[in-house]
Structures are given as C-alpha cells and as structure tokens.
C-alpha cells in the first residue's frame, strides 16, 4: 500500500463520519468523508478511488437520539440502500450505536495500526 493511503468514510446520516474522519486526521491519516447516502449514485464513492473504505452504520433511533431530524423512516432505509455497494465493498463496517466519539476513533485506529496503517503522528 501507498505511503499515505486515502481512507474514505461513508455512512448514513449522524453515524459519526465526521467525528471519526476529524479524530483519524489529527492522528495523521489522509481522511475523506463523503455523504454517499444523500447522491443519487449508489457508485459515486468509487470516484474518489480510496485506498482504505470504512463504511459506518447505526440505528434509525441513534439517528434521531444525535441529530435533529425531520425525515423518517423511510428515508433512512433509502440511505441503507445507496449505501449498500459500498457497505458490500467496504474494507470495515463499523456499527455506531454503542460507541462514544472518543471510543469510535480509538477502535478504529486500533484497526488500522493492525493492518500497519498507522498514521503519521502514531506510527505502528
């Protein structure tokens, strides 16, 4: 793998993408977060062409407990559905639910620092 591998993150509404990319780069790793679940394309993440794919799910009801939300259900499960080819080629799926902010970037990089994609300010 590159030295510095492009790691994507996709995931429905408030499942922590953005938490986790800001924590992953101030360990040192090249992070995109990209809202797949709101493009027409259930492809589109491909163009970006990441090295490392991390996929993150949580509940419909984590969904509404983090984020204010007008829409309902079914609007999320449309989420889960343009999420699917990627979740189908992720290179992790990580189930939110459960997790803190702190707890979510920790096991993460936990992962990463295991398949030696360590960061820059953390090395393996």
Same mark, same amino acid.
């Given at each position: 793998m590159q030295q510095d591998p492009l790691i994507l993150i996709v995931g429905v509404c408030a499942s922590g993408k953005t938490t986790l990319g800001q924590g992953l780069r101030s360990l040192g790793y090249k992070v995109r977060t990209f809202a797949q679940e709101h493009s %027409?394309?259930?492809? $589109?993440?491909? *163009?970006? #062409?990441?090295?490392?794919?991390?996929? !993150?799910?949580?509940s419909y009801e984590t969904v509404r407990r983090r984020k204010q939300v007008t829409w309902g259900v079914?609007?999320?499960?449309?989420?889960?559905?343009?999420?699917?080819?990627?979740k %189908?080629?992720?290179? $992790?799926?990580? *189930?939110? #639910?459960?997790?803190?902010?702190?707890? !979510?970037?920790?096991?993460?990089?936990?992962?990463?620092?295991?398949?030696?994609?360590g960061g820059q300010e953390h090395g393996s």
């Open positions: %027409a394309s259930r492809r $589109l993440w491909q *163009r970006l #062409d990441p090295d490392y794919l991390i996929v !993150l799910e949580c079914n609007r999320y499960r449309r989420q889960l559905w343009l999420l699917a080819h990627a %189908a080629h992720a290179d $992790l799926v990580v *189930r939110t #639910d459960g997790f803190s902010p702190e707890q !979510l970037v920790s096991f993460v990089h936990r992962h990463l620092v295991e398949l030696g994609m």
